[in-house]
Nanobody, 123 residues
Framework: QVQLVESGGGLVQPGGSLRLSCAAS????????MGWYRQAPGKQRELVAT???????NYGDFVKGRFAISRDNAKKAVYLQMNSLQPEDTAVYYC?????????????????WGQGTQVTVSS
């Protein structure tokens, strides 16, 4: 069974940095777009960044050059380097991936989510 496992969240002071990691476990045929989303208390989940299997990236407007998404296809992993963190970046960050798997002899694409990792920016 395929799962996305996240790590790297925590408490950081304003202006600090964190690196989030997410790796897919289980047998996959291939992985398409991978990304990070976040959800703050009382707010809707929003896009942070995505990266295609070809390396094309897309960021939410609020990122403003502070974050960088990358991936390692051999490790089935995606990363989010977050710099210049501010209190408004406090949220649960979720990893997402479009993963192709074999199911009953055919290849299907399914959308997977990680369990979420808490990022808290506070002094």
């Amino acid at each position: 069974q395929v799962q996305l496992v996240e790590s790297g969240g925590g408490l950081v002071q304003p202006g600090g940095s964190l690196r989030l990691s997410c790796a897919a476990s289980g047998t996959v045929f291939s992985i398409g777009t991978m990304g990070w989303y976040r959800q703050a208390p009382g707010k809707q989940r929003e896009l942070v960044a995505t990266i295609t299997d070809g390396g094309v990236t897309n960021y939410g407007d609020f990122v403003k050059g502070r974050f960088a998404i990358s991936r390692d296809n051999a490790k089935k992993a995606v990363y989010l380097q977050m710099n210049s963190l501010q209190p408004e970046d406090t949220a649960v960050y979720y990893c997402n991936a479009e993963i192709r798997i074999w199911r009953l002899g055919i290849i299907i694409m399914q959308d997977y989510w990680g369990q979420g990792t808490q990022v808290t920016v506070s002094s």
